[in-house]
């Protein structure tokens, strides 16, 4: 599968083809074996962090009350059913275990981010080919490729629409649903048309607000596994001989027209695909925040541990980052719950200057009616800085100034956070992090988490992708 | 019930309860006794209108291709399961069975139009409602109500996004969805904070654009699908705890800010609630084109039938009518397919004038190779007229001007067409349309399309909602 040179291909305005049937074909075309080795190790590195952010998610209502609509719809799988990771020896049809293992994935803020894209691909891409994948017994080679595809699918659209659409809409969900859809074409071996047709009605299925976030209520798991769920949908009903519309995103009357306000960016649809895989330029999430206060996170806890600080020597901290990360943190900057207090760049400093980290068991109920973060909370000012934002969304960068209350003025410049590309997490890194979430959701398995840590590091050795889930 | 009065309520600026709250708390409350009897009495009518276009759509490609999803991944149901109407005997899920009648019931173009919301809501209130009424056992009397609010839900969330939204997105699907969860809420006997959980889940799903009407494919069979699943996911994952945002349509990340550019209505979500009932204001689609294109119809047919023109009477047509009119249907002008021939005002005008009507049987393969047709389909033009456009979309007008070849000009306007309130079917039209599509649709069992149509004008005395499906 050589590379699509973008001169030639065009930015979609000059070329006759639409980038969305571009990217189609060559995602209807991928074979694991025109994937780099190296693509192919991270894209396992991504799917155990993704599994393991899967368990993260088990506990939470939104994903009880999603896994009770499933099991109430949803035809009930024998031999080739699709597992709920939370439910093991429950087998049911694949879009529903696509839908209930997506909702589980987002909830513990740990999954992955596709920087330039702002998209979470992990939480949408391997909950459907996962699901897929068992329901129609893919080989292990086949689903890593599915995945790739799924990411540059996911990603480029994402990349597509843009910062002024991310303003509005849940990009993980509209870009995402993309994502899922690719993933099943390639697990179902669909042509480049059919292909076309699966994204197609996708893109006419994407939606979601950012109206929860204001009120913490549970649409974020409604909007990954609803993603997961329509990107399911739209490949099977295209194998079965539904026209899905052929130009969707840059149509007159399709998601640019309509779900950007400023201009998308159709080149990257098709630069260097085949050449710079989109699995390669995601970000793994070491703390368990907004991946948006990560950069303010890794500089704040630098300055601290250079001039020897604690929590309480802090007068005020200015963040300087770029806007779209003041945008969506605003939203919930009074940290009412668990949740929006990992949305809060006050919280979320807090806790990190306060305990020197942020992982998942820190952000608790406990936390939300602690003094000390309280008071630090209210000494976090955000501020856009014009070279950051002009450096985004390709980097997610900040700086942080700290005054002591002696008087003092700290700052250090993040320019590439830990997890993100050039700064990856190694895997002994990963099976911390990995095991450190399933202590915290409350696994009673671990040895089957181990097993899966070690399955992950040779899946495509696998036999079957069946088996991964755990009480 | 009592109205709730728009003064008190506001427009949901001055008030502190969004408008969604209060319409989730009024549609939580309906009670069968609450309803008048006029307007139980035409929510018959209009169940026994898109009873027929339900059977209607059973042979689409894309119907075939969401009932083989839906039978793959679907649970099939015993006892206890809802049908899926052109499946005699088949019992399925009834997220499933609405997903598929809901696929068939927008497919013929004869469902009806609400015409201040531009909402089709028959299409996505029934199909919803029947699927889970069946499931859970309801009454016809608790089946009437849930449609009655559905109705009004689905309407008035479609009043609210107004004309700027419809330019953009699909109303039907994305005000649809809204009704389709209020009517199951009601049949699931949800409580207000439920039903507006229910509500909210909808409106981050809302979604629905009109790519497909450029390249003829089947997003439209998409769209009102999924609107009635997505409606009876809302409403079964807010029963089982899960919340929606509470303000997803005036808060500040919501629909409102998101996905309409002009002034949204806010009035019209609560204005007069419980006193107009939107089933009274929505209209029956005589003619099988799109509702655009009825008032032009309906004139011309006027014209000549005043002045005994023939088709080859007519040099030029001119239409002055609303924008929208003119957006959507430039949208289909090339009448490529027999679906876009709906949608072509050209087209629509030249099958009035040969056939001095526009049923289903009118529009076919065969018709669009007609170069009767074709001819006569160039000498129409649109136009938009300023006062026309300004009473829409409370009223769908248009003004026909016809120059002979003789010279002569004739206009008339047509304020009210044929179907609209003022002028809504008979009970002997609406028996007449039913058989015409259900012969139109190749149904075989013509009986039990009969004995329907006497169970729908005594539905509240039927002890069960199910059988309704035929061969």
């Known amino acids: ?52 952010c899967a368990l993260g998610g088990r506990s939470h209502p939104s994903v009880q009350a999603i896994t009770a609509f499933a099991m109430d719809v949803g035809r009930l799988g024998g031999e080739h059913g699709s597992e709920l990771l939370h439910r093991p020896g429950v087998k049911i049809s694949s879009a529903f275990a696509a839908l209930v293992n997506g909702a589980a994935s987002h909830v513990v803020e740990q999954d992955d981010l596709h920087n330039s894209s702002m998209v979470h691909p992990a939480t949408v891409v391997f909950p459907a080919a996962l699901a897929v994948a068992q329901e129609v017994g893919a080989s292990s080679k086949a689903f890593l490729t599915a995945c790739v595809a799924g990411y540059d699918v996911a990603c480029r659209v994402g990349e597509f629409l843009g910062p002024s659409h991310y303003a ?28 076309l047709s699966a994204l197609g ?29 329509d990107g399911v949908f739209s ?28 201009e998308p960016q159709p080149a990257m649809l098709v630069a260097g695909l085949g050449e710079t895989f989109s699995v390669t330029t995601s970000s793994f999430k070491w703390h368990a925040s907004c991946r948006h206060t990560h950069a303010s996170v890794d500089a704040l806890l630098d ?7 604690v929590m309480d020597d802090l007068a005020a901290v200015v963040v300087q980052t770029y806007r779209s990360a003041v945008d969506i943190l605003a939203r919930s900057e009074a940290a009412e719950t668990v949740h929006q207090s990992k949305f809060s760049m006050g919280f979320v400093l807090a806790v990190a200057a306060k305990y020197g980290r942020a992982t998942v068991l820190d952000f608790t109920e406990a936390a939300l009616g602690d003094p000390d973060l309280r008071a630090f909370q209210k000494r976090v000012r955000m501020e856009v800085d014009d070279a950051i934002e002009a450096a985004f969304p390709e980097k997610w960068q900040a700086r942080v100034l700290v005054t002591t209350k002696a008087g003092t003025t700290y700052g250090a410049f993040m320019p590439i956070a830990k997890g993100d590309p050039g700064r990856h997490l190694t895997r002994d890194e990963l099976e911390a992090k990995a095991l450190r979430i399933a202590e915290y959701a409350g696994v009673i398995d671990m040895q089957t988490v ?20 755990c009480s």
Chains 1, 2 share one sequence.
């Open 303 to 309: 300055i601290m541990r250079e001039h020897s600080l």
């Open 201 to 229: 009605s996708a893109g006419t299925q994407a939606a979601g607000l950012w109206q929860f976030l204001l009120d913490a209520t549970h649409a974020k798991q409604v909007h990954t596994a609803k993603a997961c769920f």
């Open 1 to 52: 599968m050589g590379s699509i040179d973008v001169s030639a291909a065009g930015a979609g305005q000059a070329n006759k083809v639409p980038g969305i049937e571009q990217l189609a074909t060559w995602s209807a075309a991928l074979r694991y074996d025109d994937v780099p080795v190296s693509v192919l190790e991270k894209t396992k590195d991504f799917f155990l962090d993704w599994y393991a």
């Open 235 to 262: 490949a099977y009903v295209a194998r079965a001989g539904l026209l899905g519309p052929r130009d969707i995103l840059q149509g007159a009357s399709g998601m640019a027209a309509s779900m950007v306000p400023a």
């Open 168 to 195: 509005k809409f849940h990009s993980t969900a509209t870009a995402g649903v993309f994502g899922a859809a690719a993933a099943t074409a390639q697990l179902l071996q669909l042509d480049a048309a059919q292909t």
């Open 450 to 469: 181990k097993d899966n840590i070690v399955r992950a590091w040779h899946l495509e050795d696998e036999s079957n992708m069946g088996q991964f889930a």
